[in-house]
T-cell receptor, first 110, second 110 residues
Framework: KNEVEQSPQNLTAQEGEFITINCSYS?????LHWLQQHPGGGIVSLFM???GKKKHGRLIATINIQEKHSSLHITASHPRDSAVYIC????????????FGEGTQLTVNP | KAGVTQTPRYLIKTRGQQVTLSCSPI?????VSWYQQTPGQGLQFLFE???????NKGNFPGRFSGRQFSNSRSEMNVSTLELGDSALYLC?????????FGQGTRLTVV
């Protein structure tokens, strides 16, 4: 079993839909990151969470430390949101080392 | 502030050759981590450098090595390249908690 599990692996939505991507992890963490990767490879950090909830524009990320679970929500999805979304955790004693989920390929159709 | 800069962006090498990739972190960041991304294995941690010292190392063979200079710029080297080393190599620099990724170097071994 991977230390970081994401679901779903693939997600297709219509423009305007509300989207949720889930991440579960099995280790104690100091932080959890949500990352976005577009074709071409570059990764953008969307959120870094250690507790609670963060919001940036149409994106919302939540984390429940006790349940070892985080969700990324996209409201009013748009085709430009199409990308791979990756959950990554930093273990409590692992310095900068990140462990990644397998990613969720999101496609938003117009 | 300039972002994380990786050079070169693309590289084609022949089996058996060696390669050096470069990463310039965000000014003031002393931690640099390297990751390999392949379709089969996803994103995997290679190593982390902090103030010129390797602080953490992933599960990769000794052909993969790195170093960090006094200006925090980092290089990674892969010797005796194998076809399986074809991948996107990403580096990330970190301040206290947030990680910032470069665009990556896409290495193709033929």
């Amino acid at each position: 079993k991977n230390e970081v599990e994401q679901s779903p692996q693939n997600l297709t939505a219509q423009e305007g839909e509300f989207i949720t991507i889930n991440c579960s992890y099995s280790v104690g963490i100091s932080a959890l990151h949500w990352l976005q990767q577009h074709p071409g490879g570059g990764i953008v950090s969307l959120f870094m969470l250690s507790s609670g909830k963060k919001k940036h524009g149409r994106l919302i990320a939540t984390i429940n430390i006790q349940e070892k679970h985080s969700s990324l929500h996209i409201t009013a999805s748009h085709p430009r949101d199409s990308a791979v979304y990756i959950c990554a955790v930093r273990g409590e004693t692992s310095g900068s080392r990140l462990t990644f989920g397998e990613g969720t390929q999101l496609t938003v159709n117009p | 502030k300039a972002g994380v800069t990786q050079t070169p962006r693309y590289l084609i090498k022949t089996r058996g050759q060696q390669v050096t990739l470069s990463c310039s972190p965000i000014s003031g960041h002393r931690s640099v981590s390297w990751y390999q991304q392949t379709p089969g294995q996803g994103l995997q941690f290679l190593f982390e450098y902090f103030s010129e010292t390797q602080r953490n190392k992933g599960n990769f063979p000794g052909r993969f090595s790195g170093r960090q200079f006094s200006n925090s710029r980092s290089e990674m080297n892969v010797s005796t390249l194998e076809l399986g080393d074809s991948a996107l190599y990403l580096c990330a620099s970190r301040d206290t908690l947030e990680a910032f990724f470069g665009q990556g170097t896409r290495l193709t071994v033929v």
